[in-house]
């Protein structure tokens, strides 16, 4: 059985109803606090690979123009002596 999320409204009832002290609230904010600025920081690492990959993509391509490109001028280039 799947546990339900705390959200910062559910710790700040709990904490109203007696339910959990104000330290413990304060500890699971923090938490909270830390576990989405993990989800953030993963979005924003997720981000930064995909834009790596599709900078890399686009140097590949580039890579084998130039490679086909060059490949055919030095083909057609005859050396005199």
Known sequence: MARPRLT????QTMAEEGKISDEEAQLL???YRL???AVLLTVEGLGAIATQKAINA???VLKT???AALG???KGIKFTI
Request: net charge negative; no cysteine; glycine share 6%.
């Open 29 to 31: 904010v923090d938490q």
């Open 72 to 74: 055919t001028a030095i």
């Open 8 to 11: 910062i409204e559910h710790i």
């Open 58 to 60: 686009a140097l590949d």
């Open 35 to 37: 576990s989405m600025n």
């Open 65 to 67: 123009s130039l490679g």
